[in-house]
């Protein structure tokens, strides 16, 4: 006698160790989305008599949202973009640039610095295509091109303010510095670059993405255009890099390259993701939560932080290659699918 097959595992559940696909329903695509914005909503209720915890709030989602664009570039494409401050940070000086120098309307300026992001963005993956750039190398070359940006701002001086900082006026007296709109801003942001992330999950490009993830030779075999694929991971995922920076410059009313650094802003998204989980949802969000957490229990740590995020981080992807969470995740599925075919023998 043997045991009947399992039928209690779910059609869309991926082997262990494979990107996963999303659900075929439209209510179970999404309703993890719906879930988490609707969570997030709340925490004004409990926040919004502090600034303070406001401002962590804030600048948490901010996070969360650079999150969900890298993990669109590297999640699911394996292109190591170490310039995710970089980006944001041409969104977030150009829009204000544009603003307050220029004179041009606030919005124009958005939409011009999220367009230079994007350019940038796609430039970048291109040539990591163009030089057929293995992840380390890439990560070489945006790392560079992160270092020529912080350098390029202490050496604009008249321009961009320097080691000072630049003020920003342009959004001052508007909802964008009331800090409980501002934060409802940010979640809508963080929102719409879920269902983004989502909608391309369930679109021939997410298929694309998938393949590359997990076996790019094998995609190349089936006749996935790598080279495209990659470009546009890193457009899209430029393109909400610059936006949330731009936004995030009017918010603040004050820049400096510290607000976008290297240090501050690429080892915690790192940290992030890694471990929330790689080329997942709500991973993203998940790590941005525990790490909100683990920051202001750190802070008195100082430049120590940095050192522990980045050993965090070597642990991470040396012990849990898809991050810590898929990992707890799918160890959880094995014991279940074990639970079960015991349950099937016979005694």
Known sequence: MTAEPDTTVEPDAAPLGVSARPPRSLTRSFWPIAATGAALALAPLWLGDSRYLMRLASDALVFGAYAIAFNVIFGST????????ALAGVGGYTSAILADRAKLPMALGLVLATALATALGGFLSWVAVRRSLDVIFTGIVTLTFSLSFANLLLGQRELTGGETGLVVSAGSGTFLQDRVAAYY??????????????????SHVGWAFRALRDNEVAAELAGVDVARYRVYAGLIGSAML??????????????SPSTFDFGYVDVRVLVMLAFGGLG???????????FAALDEVLVDFEQLRTVMYGLLIIGLFLGFKRGAVPAVIDFSRLLARLARSRVGRPS
């Open 185 to 202: 801003l940010f979640l809508g942001m963080l929102v719409a670059f879920l269902v983004a992330f989502r909608a391309l999950q369930r």
């Open 78 to 85: 394996n292109q190591l973009f170490l310039c995710v401050g």
């Open 242 to 255: 610059g936006i949330t920076g731009a936004v995030y410059a009017h918010s603040q009313g004050f820049i």
């Open 280 to 290: 997942t949802l709500l991973g993203p969000v998940l790590g941005t939560v525990v």
